[in-house]
């Protein structure tokens, strides 16, 4: 009786998707049409502007039942597919694989790009620099251990620009190779996931050796080999490398999350819902840094974020990373960025970019 309830809905959902199917071909061979063009002008293939306005514009148009983030994961997918005809697009990532890096690269490019694991931030900019890859993500700020301070050093001395932002939700277990802690003496992962998981490990094992190690994609491979190591990672790397899972979710925060930056050679242009990532220092007098900052309340540019790092030359001198809503091409936000530029001891322009989704 189900059956005969259920046929005629299949036959229904069989006929849809052909017509989808026929339509993600129609949409292709534009997209093969736009190469072209692109090709013949020396355009980028990846627009990320363009990209967040049509993720933008389907959430805006969207009636449901389908939630807005999965409408938006489907139309990465189908674009990520559909760039790929021209030519498919080589991102560095912190590697090996199975970081939370390498989930941030399929979040913000989909999974029709190649990948290219790398063995340090460093290696990620040279990559990126060198045009081995046509873009880095890296991980620039964690909400509950702050900013990424090798991150912030690197943009400071680069010429590549940051073209994209997106979060990452941060979620650890800790897993072994026997899915347990027997004969375990070490628990290796990245000093960032050592320090946002350090009440849980106080808690549970206290007196086991903690190791901090390049990434936690390679403490889970160090622990795929080793009975007496185990690894905090994300399940995804448990998975990558066949390990068992001790506990799950033992980050202290549970709304933990990492922000990366995309870096490139690219200067995106306005989306429509922009920011912009700047650096400078101020002359060293009294008042300087609130001086410095009257600007943005002047033309009326919001600051949603305000980083300070050692400048490393003995005399307490400071950079101050400042990120602010709207694009360099914006009337307001260039004629605010003109002045600061006149005051500062030094004033750099990281990039503008469209703001997460």
Excluded at 38 to 48: D, M, S
Excluded at 99 to 105: D, H, K, N
Excluded at 172 to 196: D, F, T, W, Y
Aim: negative net charge.
């Amino acid at each position: 009786m189900s059956d005969n309830k259920l046929l005629p809905l299949r036959i229904k959902i069989d006929t849809i998707d052909a017509q989808i199917l026929d339509l993600l071909n129609q949409r292709a061979r534009v997209a093969e049409e736009v190469g072209h063009v692109k090709a013949e002008t020396n355009a980028p293939v990846f627009r990320p502007e363009r990209e967040a306005q049509v993720l933008r514009g389907v959430a805006e148009r969207n009636p449901g039942p389908l939630l807005n983030e999965d409408i938006q994961l489907i139309f990465r997918e189908i674009m990520s597919a559909c760039r790929a005809l021209e030519r498919r697009v080589v991102v560095a990532f912190l590697g090996p694989v199975g970081t939370f890096s390498e989930q941030a690269v399929y979040k913000q490019f989909g999974h029709a790009i190649q990948a290219l694991p790398c063995v340090s931030i460093d290696e990620v900019f040279r990559a990126t620099e060198a045009g081995t890859a046509d873009f880095g993500v890296v991980p620039i700020e964690n909400s509950s251990e702050g900013a990424i301070n090798r991150t912030l050093d690197l943009l400071l001395q680069t010429s590549l620009a940051i073209s994209g932002e997106l979060a990452i939700p941060v979620q650890h277990s800790l897993m072994s190779k026997s899915g347990n802690m027997e004969g375990v003496s070490r628990i290796c992962a990245h000093s960032q996931a050592l320090a946002q998981c350090q009440a849980w490990l106080n808690q549970h094992f206290p007196h086991i050796e903690r190791q901090a190690v390049a990434s936690n994609a390679e403490a889970a491979r160090m622990a795929s080999g080793d009975y007496t190591v185990a690894a905090i990672a994300s399940e995804i790397a448990g998975t990558q490398y066949n390990l068992g899972i001790v506990s799950a979710h033992i980050q202290d925060d549970p709304h933990n999350r990492t922000r990366f930056a995309v870096i490139g050679r690219l200067h995106t242009t306005p989306s429509g819902k922009d920011q912009t990532s700047i650096v400078l220092a101020t002359p060293n007098k009294a008042g300087a840094v609130y001086d410095l900052l009257a600007p943005l309340s002047k033309h009326g540019v919001s600051m949603t974020r305000f980083e300070s790092r050692p400048a490393r030359t003995g005399n307490w001198e400071y950079y101050f990373y400042v990120d602010v809503e709207g694009h360099v091409m914006d009337e307001k936000v260039a004629a605010a960025m003109a002045e600061l530029d006149a005051k500062a001891a030094f004033f750099k322009v990281l990039g503008s970019y469209p703001c997460t989704l």
